[in-house]
């Protein structure tokens, strides 16, 4: 299992996996969470660290009322794989 935790003060989440530091970074405005960069380097890459992130990001906008615009491509591609998060959708 793969532990996400939020950084408020950088406006990221964070997993740490095997000592590397992978993160999905965004911004809040008001009530929209832009999602503007996931990063999983490739030593740890393939394991699914980036869908963790993104799923916990989403989750997260849902439980906090706000919508997402996805402008990192793969939270975009992620959105559109998982339908069950296009009422987020910015």
Known sequence: MISVTQDLERS?????????????????????????????PSQVGGRGIAAALTRHALDAARANGWKVRPS?????????????YSDLLA
Do not use: F, K
Request: with cysteine; hydrophobic share 35%; net charge negative.
């Open 12 to 40: 990221r989440y964070t997993a740490t996996v095997d000592g590397v530091l992978c993160v999905l970074d965004y911004h809040l405005q008001g009530n929209i969470m832009t999602i503007t960069h996931t990063g999983v």
């Open 72 to 84: 990192c491509s793969y939270a975009d591609a992620y959105m559109r794989r998982h339908p069950e």
